[in-house]
């Protein structure tokens, strides 16, 4: 009875498993969002994002997602601009890219949502890298696309990855007293399942 009821488990484990150990998954831009607070003059909160992210999470659970630092949007276009330039200096480090491991992630993600704290990722961000601690809330679909979902904020210290720099040349031409240099992230990614 043991041997059977062990036959039993490998072979549901298996079922559970074989779906995500074939599989490949492309992020959306169409359906995700990366998006970030600033906030000026201590009080002063507005949210910005990023028109353009890409990435890709296999069936090893390995997870990279490029941020085209290009594709800021401030909703005022010379604030893009001198972002662009002389915050995320892009000229020489276009992308932000975050990467993790997933694959125990994976092994216990069915249909349905799923809160998975302490995820470890690494960002690379303006010629910089550094180990970040993410909650995440994450769902599979039946057809088993995968949507994954900042839990709480991402907090990004801009003297992690040197650009206390360029917030001070930025709060200079705006003629600003302050801009804050811990930056909230939030995100909400959809990854398509490879036919």
Sequence with gaps: MFKSLAIAAF?????????????????????SNVSF?????????????????SGTLNEQGQFKLMIDLTSVETLIPIRNERMT???????KFPNAVLTA??????????????VLKGLKAELDFHGNKKELTIDVLANMSPKGDVTVS?????IINAS?????????????????????????VTFSLTLDKEK
């Design 11 to 31: 072979s549901l484990s298996s079922i559970l498993v074989a779906p995500l150990a074939s599989a490949n998954w492309q992020v959306n831009n169409e359906q």
């Design 37 to 53: 607070v600033s906030i000026k003059k201590n009080s002063v909160a507005e949210a910005h994002h990023f028109k353009n992210v």
């Design 85 to 91: 330039k002389l915050l995320f200096e892009t000229a």
């Design 101 to 114: 491991d997933l694959s125990k992630a994976l092994l216990t993600l069915n249909p349905g949502q799923h």
């Design 150 to 154: 900042s839990f709480a904020p991402v």
């Design 160 to 184: 992690d990855f040197k650009v206390t720099e360029g917030i001070s040349e930025l709060q200079k031409l705006a003629g600003l007293p302050s801009i804050a240099t811990a930056v909230p």
